[in-house]
């Protein structure tokens, strides 16, 4: 196990807060300090024992820090990573909990050139619907998987010590290729958010809108549970992972064609070999997971 001296969140919300907590509960951890945009969002923060204390934008907050995990949306890492570069320590080690890795290893190569073998791009698999600090907790990370896309110049010791606190967390961890994981993940994670997305906004511009959410039940709660997720950071993964994620429209778009014509011939038996194949796939995948 490893033992971190001084942690600095950047973003203590779901992702980071409960990376802190997680730490904190395997003992792992000796202080960790939480820096962010809202005031009451980081002294929540402290109330919940999720940091310690509150930092800035300071050397006095990022100089002796071990580890320095940067838990902001996408779109802010231009300014987070520009902002610390030159208060980063000699020896801090620095990840990213990024749900797109090309365009942050791009920003990193640009940003943190005198750091840039003591960073290490990561993606935890794992959050709910939920933000802020109030929605951390230390479980989300037990048997979820974290993927880490190192560099060819990524220091050894700086791997191992990410890789290490988020085997404390309880996670399992993996490596991919920037591009391999985004694309990836744009099949199995932003695809599906944008669908949700798309569908709740679809049934909220109807006419009867009211009427339409008032016979809404399981199915319709289940399949958009994702669109209750932060804006913010959505809309920065779909701009970050604009060309997988189109990629993937185009393919779901023809899926959905093949579909529509399943429909207008009355196929009963296109549909439900399809349906069923579908089932089948979803029961391996869980059986799997177990």
């Known amino acids: 196990m490893v033992r971190i001296d001084k942690l600095v969140v950047v973003g203590v919300g779901l992702i980071g807060g409960s990376f802190a907590l997680a730490l904190k509960g395997a003992g792992a951890v000796g202080r960790v300090v939480g820096v962010g945009r809202g005031a009451a969002n980081i002294y929540r923060a402290q109330e919940l024992k999720i940091i310690d204390s509150g930092g800035a934008l300071d050397a006095a907050t990022f100089g002796d820090a071990e580890l320095v995990l940067l838990a902001v949306p996408v779109g802010q890492m231009p300014d987070v ?29 640009r940003e943190l050139k005198a750091s840039l073998a003591r960073f290490v791009p990561g993606h935890p698999i794992a959050g709910t619907e939920k933000s802020g600090a109030e929605a951390a907790f230390p479980e989300l990370y037990r048997e979820r998987k974290v993927v880490l896309t190192p560099l060819k110049g990524t220091s050894p010791r700086a791997k191992a010590l990410v890789k290490g606190a ?27 958010h944008v669908l949700a997305y798309a569908l709740v906004d679809q049934v909220a511009a109807s006419r009867d809108a009211k009427r339409l959410f008032s016979y809404a039940a399981g199915g319709f709660r289940d399949f958009t549970r994702i669109a209750s997720s932060h804006p913010e950071m959505w809309r920065d993964i779909c701009i970050a992972n604009k060309k997988a994620l189109l990629a993937e429209l185009d393919r779901y778009g023809r899926g959905l064609a093949r579909v529509k014509r399943m429909l207008e011939r009355g196929d009963a038996k296109a549909l439900e070999a399809l349906f069923t194949g579908a089932r089948e796939a979803r029961d391996r995948w869980l059986k799997n997971r177990e």
């Not at 610390?84 to 990024?98: E, H, N, Q, W």
């Open 81 to 109: 990573m520009r902002a610390i570069a030159p208060l980063l320590g000699k020896k801090t080690v620095v990840t990213d909990a990024g749900s797109t890795k090309e365009d942050v290893v791009a920003l990193a190569r």
């Open 166 to 192: 988020w085997e404390s967390c309880g996670a399992k961890v993996f490596e991919l290729e920037p591009r391999e994981h985004d694309a990836v993940l744009a099949t199995v994670s932003h695809l599906p």
